[in-house]
């Protein structure tokens, strides 16, 4: 990290710092912020962690999520602590443009600003540790307190719980691509530090509603198209599903990933109703570029084999425009 020095001086002194991540945070979103959040208030910090929207309810454990501020509902005390700010960290996305529109009061502060994360092509920023190999945020945010500290640190569990969330999501229950050395490295780190395996497996895997079980046989069932010469699977959400199946934030998550599991399906798009635009996952496998495909045609972006975008279009003319677009570009 460029500066790092600096930074570290700053950090010598109790601060009121910002975290921010970003919108419909994942449990790399939420783990990285809160587990920075618990070690920064360790250290006798100031920590404040905005949310864009609302998290999934299988995050709400995780020590200072009642802390935190949905910007969606409480924008005006959202906008005093951010303007009151001495440092802003930014954590799992890249772009101010992401967490529109929070991007409106954070462009105009002259704070440090520094970046932790893991997407392809990220903005500049004044501080940055940033490293598409790493596996998740969770895993920077390790780094980093490493860095801080001079030696791995002798975390607390809340710390440890929040880190090894990212980590065990974000590499997908250490299977993808994104699970490196350093990644089992942590675990076993974490592990000496008291991780609970039960704990994490209970409430962040083990929650489900009976509700979202029925709604994902629906989904395989009924909302899933199978285009086999073209290896891509579409999986539908519609607002029907929505209120049918009483679907909160977080719900949809790793449905995305089963038509990967048919053999001969290299890329799999979940689409999902929301408001009057299409919210777009992206799943792919080896060197078939997702985050490439997302940029350039729906405003959106990522990782190599996982990213997101939007469509203003209906479901079905979506469906239409990706294949069209994918045979175009790839068959
Ligand atoms: P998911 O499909 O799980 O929502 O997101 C997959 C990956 O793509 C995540 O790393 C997420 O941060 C990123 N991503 C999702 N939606 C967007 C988007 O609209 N824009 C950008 N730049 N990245 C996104
Ligand atoms: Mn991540």
């Not at 934030?249 to 009057?276: F, M, Q, S, W």
Request: glycine residues 6%.
């Amino acid at each position: 990290m460029k500066n790092f020095d600096q930074l570290k001086d700053l950090l010598n002194s109790p601060k009121k710092i910002v975290i921010v991540t970003h919108p419909r945070p994942d449990g790399d979103a939420m783990g990285s912020s809160l587990g920075l959040y618990n070690y920064l208030r360790s250290k006798g910090h100031f920590p404040t962690v905005i949310l864009p929207t609302e998290y999934p309810d299988y995050f709400r454990w995780m020590r200072g999520t009642r802390k935190a501020i949905l910007y969606n509902r409480r924008k005006e005390d959202a906008d005093k602590v951010i303007n009151e700010a001495e440092i802003v960290f930014c954590l799992d996305f890249n772009s101010l443009k992401r967490v529109d529109p929070i991007h409106n009061v954070l462009e105009p502060l002259k704070v440090p600003f520094v970046l932790i994360d893991h997407h392809l092509e990220p903005d500049e920023f004044e501080y940055a540790l940033h490293n598409t190999k790493a596996s998740s945020t969770c895993e920077l945010v390790a780094d980093f307190i490493e860095m801080l500290e001079g030696e791995f640190p002798n975390l607390n569990k809340d710390i440890v719980h929040c880190l090894y969330t990212g980590l065990v999501t974000d590499t997908g229950n250490f299977q993808n691509g994104a699970t490196s050395v350093r990644a089992f490295e942590l675990a076993a780190k974490f592990m000496k530090l008291g991780l609970d395996l039960e704990y994490i497996r209970e409430n962040v895997f083990n929650t489900y509603k009976e509700k979202r079980i029925r709604f994902l046989g629906n989904a395989l069932l009924n909302r899933m198209v199978v285009v086999p010469h073209l290896s891509i699977a579409y999986i539908s959400v519609t607002k029907e599903d929505v209120r049918t199946y009483d679907l909160n934030a977080g719900d949809t998550e790793g449905l995305v990933n089963y038509p990967l599991t048919i053999k001969g399906i290299k890329v799999a798009v979940l689409l999902k109703e929301h408001g009057d635009i299409v919210k777009l996952s992206f799943r792919s496998k080896a060197d078939i570029s997702v985050n490439d495909f997302a940029r350039k045609y729906f405003q959106g972006g990522g990782h190599m084999n996982a990213a997101g975008g939007k469509s203003t279009k209906s479901l079905s003319a979506t469906i239409i425009e990706i294949t069209n677009l994918w045979k175009k570009e790839y068959a």
